[in-house]
């Protein structure tokens, strides 16, 4: 009760965050879209066994937006382009997926990783164990 109350009493301040928030609405809702998106592994084991040859990274699309995956090295020199894997389920999910091995051979190190979906950014880190 004592949070409706307040809720009630700074009603000025709340009607200015609806305000804010129906212009952060895209923004909002952006933001939901990326939540399940995730890296699946961050450990990359390029030797063909099958298990984290390639890093994959699983994007929440369900409006079907342009999405593009690139591989940076910490130089912030471009690596590579990952393409999405035409042969995963499908969802609401794009699958992008970079291997090491394919193109100019990346060397064992460290890589961050930039998936662009419409307008959001996704970025983090990578580990490529030769
Ligand atoms: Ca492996």
């Given at each position: 009760?004592k949070?409706?109350?307040?809720?009630?009493?700074?009603?000025?301040?709340?009607a200015?965050?609806l305000?804010?928030?129906?212009?952060?609405?895209?923004?909002?809702?952006?933001?939901?879209?990326?939540?399940?998106?995730?890296?699946?592994?961050?450990?990359?084991?390029?030797?063909?066994?099958?298990?984290?040859?390639?890093?994959?990274?699983?994007?929440?699309?369900?409006?079907?937006?342009?999405?593009?995956?690139?591989?940076f090295?910490?130089?912030?020199?471009?690596?590579?382009?990952?393409?999405?894997d035409?042969?995963?389920?499908?969802?609401d999910?794009?699958?992008?997926?970079?291997d090491?091995?394919?193109?100019?051979?990346?060397?064992?190190g460290?890589?961050?990783?930039?998936?662009?979906?419409?307008?959001?950014?996704?970025?983090?880190?990578?580990?490529?164990?030769?």
């Amino acid at each position: 009760m004592k949070t409706r109350e307040r809720l009630i009493k700074g009603s000025g301040g709340a009607a200015i965050s609806l305000a804010a928030a129906l212009l952060l609405a895209p923004a909002l809702m952006a933001a939901v879209t990326v939540g399940s998106s995730r890296a699946l592994n961050r450990l990359v084991t390029p030797n063909g066994d099958s298990r984290n040859d390639t890093f994959m990274f699983k994007c929440h699309n369900p409006s079907e937006l342009l999405v593009r995956g690139e591989i940076f090295d910490l130089k912030g020199r471009k690596v590579a382009d990952m393409v999405r894997d035409m042969s995963a389920p499908i969802d609401d999910f794009y699958y992008m997926e970079w291997d090491p091995n394919l193109g100019l051979r990346a060397a064992g190190g460290v890589y961050i990783y930039q998936i662009t979906a419409g307008e959001t950014v996704l970025k983090g880190t990578i580990v490529v164990v030769r």
